[in-house]
């Protein structure tokens, strides 16, 4: 099933499906000094925050309306669950386009959105598409139909496989995430328990 062909209830229905198991990798709340997103509210950063609140006024297809006229006065400190499930579901979710994709695939990427952003997140996905030798799309990190095409061809043809590549592919990511910032060791166990729980046998 891809998200072109559902309805917006059912996409909310999938999404918060997805939320719940992204949820269940990020701490209510976080502030690690060596963090480089600095403190986080289930998985929310200042900066994720600001970005959604400068942008509160554009924002559609809420969730639950009365959400948003709280999340113009949220802190990280003071944000809600439904809050943080919000500011995913726009701007990891809609924005990025994740409904695109065949509901098989949207939760590891969603999960990627959100540890490495949507944009990172989508590269990855096509770069392992074109690694399939069955497509050649540009890795430009928006996902469009082409995009979105291309992974319908390919999860056609490799079925699990290419999920499972594509943890392959988030988990080659982090140890480069190291290679590059040594202190960011730290976190690389964590990093790769999440990764291999997206694994299918």
Not at 98 to 127: C, E, R, T, W
Request: neutral net charge; aromatic residues 10%.
């Amino acid at each position: 099933m891809t998200g072109r062909s559902v309805s917006l209830s059912t996409q909310q229905a999938l999404f918060e499906r997805i939320f719940s198991r992204t949820l269940t990798h990020e701490g209510v709340f976080s502030d690690h000094p060596q963090d480089l997103g600095g403190a986080t509210k289930y998985g929310i950063t200042q900066h994720t925050l600001n970005a959604y609140q400068d942008n509160l006024s554009v924002t559609t297809k809420s969730l639950t309306a009365e959400d948003s006229p709280d999340l113009a006065k949220a802190t990280i400190t003071s944000l809600t669950q439904a809050q943080a499930m919000q500011i995913y579901w726009v701007m990891y979710y809609q924005q990025p386009k994740i409904y695109l994709l065949s509901s098989a695939i949207q939760p590891v990427i969603f999960d990627m959105a959100v540890n490495h952003g949507p944009k990172q997140a989508i590269k990855l996905l096509q770069h392992v598409l074109n690694l399939s030798g069955l497509v050649n799309i540009s890795q430009d990190g928006q996902l469009g139909p082409i995009t979105a095409r291309a992974c319908d061809q390919v999860y056609q043809q490799m079925g699990d496989y290419l999920i499972n590549a594509l943890c392959d592919e988030r988990i080659a990511f982090y140890h480069r995430i190291v290679a590059r910032q040594p202190n960011q060791q730290i976190f690389l166990n964590g990093w790769l328990r999440r990764a291999q729980t997206y694994y299918l046998a």
